[in-house]
């Protein structure tokens, strides 16, 4: 069964950076492809970012282009989120899941990552 | 951008009845390639991450429960709860993943009366 743990998140400040980490087990990394989506307090699911197996292709949600970067490590079993000059509209849940594709049906329990002065 | 619009909102419905949820988006999302429909939807109960039910609209995932049916093509569709039950008690989510980016409907909160 496949598992998928994030890591990093926490409290930072507006303008600020943190790097989320994604660890999956019990299934093949290399061949899924993985999201990230986020769920703000209390609202619906955002996509943010995707990625595919070989690391050549990366998607984006325009509020995020250009501040944020998706990267993998598939040695490592492993998916990362850069989150640099943080916005407090980016306090979320942050939750990396794989697939075939863009539908993701292996999700981890999330992360939240809080962004406030 | 698809958009991808639910209803209603809310809806409380007793124990063993059915609930049925809708889902319009804004561009067909019906292939003719592939003839599948690039739909699915979410489970997510409270304190969870999403849970996959069904996708290509109406393909119920491995381990969900037959009273869970989807349907619809294009740009409407329906999931049905044919029996509720306590544990089904969750937001439910719908998805797009026809286009980037993939956009999610705002979601149905499924309660008891």
């Known amino acids: 069964e496949a598992q998928l743990e994030e890591s990093g998140g926490g409290l930072v400040q507006p303008g600020g950076s943190l790097r989320l980490s994604c660890a999956v087990s019990?299934?093949?990394?290399?061949?899924?492809?993985m999201t990230w989506v986020r769920q703000a307090p209390g609202k619906g699911l955002e996509w943010v970012a995707n990625?595919?197996?070989?690391?050549?292709?990366?998607t984006y949600v325009d509020s995020v282009r250009g501040r944020f970067t998706v990267s993998r490590d598939n040695t490592k079993n492993s998916l990362y989120l850069q989150m640099n000059s943080l916005r407090v509209e980016d306090t979320a849940v942050y939750y990396c899941?794989?697939?075939?594709?863009?539908?993701?049906?292996?999700w981890g329990q999330g992360i939240l990552v809080s962004v406030s002065s | 951008d698809i958009v991808m619009t639910q209803s209603p909102d809310s809806l409380a419905v007793s124990l063993g009845e059915r609930a049925t949820i809708n889902c319009k988006s804004s561009?067909?999302?019906?292939?003719?390639?592939?003839?599948?429909?690039?739909f699915a939807w979410y489970q997510q109960r409270p304190g969870q991450p999403p849970k996959l039910i069904v996708s290509?609209?109406?393909t119920r995932e491995s381990g969900v429960p037959d009273r869970f049916s989807g349907s619809g093509s294009g740009t409407d569709f329906t999931l049905t709860i044919s029996s509720l039950q306590a544990e089904d008690v969750a937001v439910y989510y719908c998805?797009?993943?026809?286009?980037?980016?993939?956009?999610f409907g705002g979601g149905t909160k499924v309660q008891i009366k």
């Open positions: 561009q067909t999302l019906f292939s003719t390639s592939t003839y599948r429909n690039y």
């Open positions: 899941a794989g697939g075939a594709g863009w539908l993701a049906d292996k």
């Open positions: 290509w609209a109406s």
């Open positions: 998805q797009q993943y026809h286009s980037s980016p993939v956009t």
């Open positions: 019990g299934f093949t990394f290399s061949s899924l492809y």
């Open positions: 990625i595919n197996q070989d690391g050549t292709d990366k």
